[in-house]
């Protein structure tokens, strides 16, 4: 069964900065594409940033560019999240997705696991 296990978020003043983790579990074989989306109170689920088990990464959407840098540990089976000059409008639950293909996708729809999500909150 595949399980995926978010750690990281927290509480933290704008300008400051989080590193997300989620960790794959149950199906370690084959190529996969690992994502992170948010979503906030009363908005629809946004992506974020995706990258497959070879290192390809999109264009993090662009609400984020700049700040944030997704990437992976294959050995530890784990994606990361780094958050640098956290907004207020960053506040969200993040979640992390996981599909087993090797094409990057911003759309939820291919992914089929997800974690229990992470909650990021960013004071002003």
């Known amino acids: 069964q595949v399980q995926l296990v978010e750690s990281g978020g927290g509480l933290v003043q704008a300008g400051g900065s989080l590193r997300l983790s989620c960790a794959l579990s149950?199906?370690?074989?084959?190529?996969?594409?690992m994502a992170w989306f948010r979503q906030a109170p009363g908005k629809e689920r946004e992506f974020v940033a995706a990258i497959t088990t070879n290192g390809v990464a999109t264009s993090p959407a662009d609400s984020v560019k700049g700040r944030f840098t997704i990437s992976r540990a294959n050995a530890k089976n784990t994606v990361y999240l780094q958050m640098n000059s956290l907004k207020p409008e960053d506040t969200a639950t993040y979640y992390c997705?996981?599909?087993?293909?090797?094409?990057?996708?911003?759309?939820?729809?291919?992914?089929?696991?997800w974690g229990q999500g992470t909650q990021v909150t960013v004071s002003s």
């Open positions: 149950g199906r370690t074989f084959g190529s996969n594409t």
């Open positions: 997705a996981a599909y087993f293909g090797a094409t990057v996708s911003r759309l939820p729809s291919p992914y089929n696991y």
